[in-house]
């Protein structure tokens, strides 16, 4: 099989895009739907599977392979929670290499992808996102041996006065940058262990017009996140301004002797930050 | 004959009597809104207590009209751009005195989409001083709600910013009758905003009081239990919420809402206290100290899910 053309072109792509979103759908192409009857008949979709999966075979999976969190109402659009979770072994032979969550009809449909190891002990991701409109939200499963695998859920958008915008931009910007790693519970030995990091950023989408100015404010989101386990990747992410304000990742990694678990975050304007962690698991 | 004649003279005598009883409706003109007057000069337009959506024609918010000698101020512009023709076509019926002044409490569809209404070159909008940022951010949003559930297609001129922006607090005299503006810290949002009339004593809390409609938070909810006994300290006769009855029963029309917004934060906090996630939370903070309001099931999953996400930053 031949391998992992999707991969090439995201590495390049990323470089190209550091200041800029993952892929931004073109000017109209946003639909106005409200059902959710036929996930791959997007015409979003279309466009996306085509550039980023070129002919690749994407198979439609169950809960048994590959799990899909969302609600089926945004309840506040500005913070709706997801998770993706693979039910695949994550071993060194056979895993999950890549989780990539698309919101069909975002401004920014590729909402983020995350990288997974063996390190990783499972590839299974919690975060939140905003939803702009009614919308499929897809996660699709990369597997080490070349495979993509896909659930879809249709999320309809709030109403009323919901709004996928920041409730206080001015607070989220005056505590930019704080940072939050953490481990609950007992961490044992060799089982697959779950992580929370949290980012205080406004992760601004600057889609919205100073009124004054008549200039957009600027763009301003996290950009990446990589954690390592004792130097071993455990998750790599690029996301994106779909994901909400004060980005929060929950996911695992597999301790295989005590050492330190490590995050670093860099934003669209390059500014990074670190927090670390001693982890002492026992037998 | 005579019966076709009878029935033309019926006819006449209809048409003679029509402009004199409802003045305003000639082919085509919005018929007014339902006013009632709760203190001299004071009026107000009671929304339904209700979504924002296409059933109710968007009119669910509370709206204001306090006349001075001078001029008169409008609290609030109504749910959609047809609306706000209703609620304009209200004031005209109710005042000789020009509109000066278009207050608005805050950033929601339901309180500013109604404002193209009230466009000219004497009527001055006037908001709180993070209003503006507010409905930028929310405006295609708001657009594009109207077109997908109401059908309404609207210009982007029908969303309205203020030119007047208050700090703090700011007087508006009407002529012999001065209002109190007041904007707050973050609480139910980022830019609400009071308007108290001290000669009638009559206090528009605008959405930092809900009655019978369950509390919206889209702000801060530690910042609105902060914020409401700032507000009981105002000396008013009668209380204007943005969603529910008028009430003379002040501050104790509080009270139902202080007690669920404690009950949320305090259970809120005891869900994040057990590690529990978001989307588990949102599935069982209890809905128990929502009983006796109105629709719980449109928002409180929301107010679990705003109060998470701000709490789980505490220390």
Not at chain 2, 63 to 91: F, H, K, Q
Not at chain 2, 227 to 232: D, G, R, T
């Amino acid at each position: 099989m031949n391998h992992n053309p999707t991969r090439r072109r995201i590495t390049a792509a990323g470089a190209a895009l550091l200041a800029s979103p993952l892929w931004v759908a073109p000017r109209g192409a946003r639909a106005e739907i409200k059902s959710g009857d036929n996930p791959d008949g997007s015409a979003i979709w279309q466009k996306v599977r085509a550039s980023f999966f070129e002919n690749r075979p994407i198979v439609n999976v169950g809960d048994d392979v590959l799990v899909l969190d969302a609600p089926g109402r945004a309840e506040d659009a500005a913070v709706v929670p997801i998770a993706m979770r693979s039910r695949l072994p994550q071993t060194a032979a056979n895993h999950v290499t890549k989780l990539t969550l698309v919101i069909d009809n975002n401004p920014s449909p590729i909402s983020a992808i995350f990288a997974f190891t063996p390190h990783s002990g499972r590839a299974d991701i919690e975060t939140r996102v905003r939803v702009d409109e009614y919308s499929f939200v897809r996660a699709i499963a990369e597997t080490s041996d070349g495979r993509l695998l896909m659930r879809a859920r249709f999320v309809k958008a709030s109403g009323g006065c919901s709004a996928p915008p920041g409730k206080d931009p001015q607070a989220a910007l005056a505590s930019l940058g704080k940072i939050r790693l953490r481990v609950d519970g007992d961490v044992v030995l060799n089982q697959a262990t779950l992580a929370q990091l949290m980012i205080s950023h406004p992760n601004d989408s600057g889609l919205a017009m100073d009124q004054l100015t008549r200039q957009f404010t600027p763009r301003r989101y996290v950009r990446t996140v990589n954690v390592a386990y004792d130097g071993q990747p455990v998750l790599s992410a690029d996301l994106d301004f779909s994901i909400s304000e004060n980005p929060n990742l929950r996911f695992y990694f597999l301790p295989r002797a005590p050492g330190r678990l490590t995050a670093d975050v860099v934003d669209s304007n390059q500014v990074a930050w670190k927090s670390s962690l001693d982890v002492a698991p026992t037998a | 004959m005579a019966a076709a004649l009878h029935r033309l003279a019926g006819a006449l005598l209809v048409a003679a009597l029509l402009p004199a009883a409802a003045p305003a409706q000639d082919a085509g003109a919005p018929m007014p809104l339902a006013l009632s007057e709760v203190a001299p000069g004071v009026h107000v337009h009671t929304g339904q207590v209700d979504d924002w959506q296409p059933g109710n024609g968007g009119d669910i918010a509370n709206l204001g009209l306090i006349v001075g000698s001078r001029c008169a101020a409008v609290i609030d512009s109504g749910g959609t751009p047809e609306l706000g023709r209703r609620w304009r076509a209200a004031i005209e019926r109710a005042t000789r005195v020009p509109v000066c002044f278009v207050i608005l409490t805050h950033a929601h569809p339901d309180h500013v989409l109604g404002s193209d209404a009230f466009t000219g070159p004497d009527t001055r909008f006037v908001a709180s001083a993070k209003f503006n940022a507010a409905l930028a951010a929310r405006a295609p949003y708001f657009l594009n709600a109207l077109a997908r559930d109401f059908g309404v297609k609207a210009a982007p001129d029908a969303i309205v910013y203020s030119s007047i922006a208050v700090d703090g607090t700011r007087e508006l005299d009407l002529g012999e009758r001065v209002l109190v503006l007041q904007a707050w810290p973050t609480a139910h949002t980022d830019n609400d905003l009071t308007v108290y009339d001290r000669r009638s004593r009559t206090l528009f809390a605008s959405d930092l009081l809900f009655a019978q409609h369950l509390p919206v938070v889209d702000g801060n909810l530690r910042g609105w239990l902060r914020v409401m006994p700032q507000l009981a300290a105002i000396d008013a006769a009668r209380v204007v919420p943005g969603h529910g009855p008028v009430s003379p029963d002040w501050p104790g029309a509080l009270q139902p809402q202080q007690a669920y917004l404690e009950a949320l934060l305090r259970e809120t906090r005891a869900a994040l206290k057990a590690r529990k996630t978001l989307a588990e939370a949102v599935d069982s903070v209890g809905s128990a100290a929502a009983s006796g309001w109105q629709l719980v099931e449109r928002f409180h999953r929301r107010n679990v899910t705003a109060a998470f996400a701000e709490l789980e930053w505490e220390d």
